[in-house]
């Protein structure tokens, strides 16, 4: 019994269309920051990011990458920030 050619090229497309979503997904580089206030924090292509505890107050930190642009959208203020390895963060 033969495969239709239809059949083959389907399962062909949706294995390169799952194999593009994998790569997509592990490209990613965000990271998603509770602030004490409740407001969210997203950062996206920090070199790192995260929580600091200092004498019982928690707050966060960001370090911006040196080689790509980093976006940074502030929750208590609502801003968005815009880090580049050449400018600086504006």
């Known amino acids: 019994m033969k ?3 239809h059949v083959i090229t389907i399962i062909i497309v949706v294995l390169v269309f799952l194999w593009l979503m994998v790569e997509r ?3 990613q580089d965000q990271n998603f920051l509770w602030e004490s206030d409740g407001s969210l ?3 996206d292509g920090a070199k790192d990011s995260g929580y600091i505890i200092e004498d019982g107050e928690v707050s966060t930190y960001i370090i911006p990458s040196e080689t ?10 609502g801003k ?5 390895p050449t400018v600086g963060c504006y």
């Not at 790509?68 to 203020?77: F, L």
């Not at 968005?80 to 580049?84: E, G, H, P």
């Open 3 to 5: 495969v239709p050619v």
């Open 25 to 27: 997904a592990q490209a």
């Open 80 to 84: 968005m920030i815009i880090c580049t």
């Open 41 to 43: 924090t997203i950062v």
């Open 68 to 77: 790509e642009t980093t976006i940074i959208q502030d929750g208590p203020s």
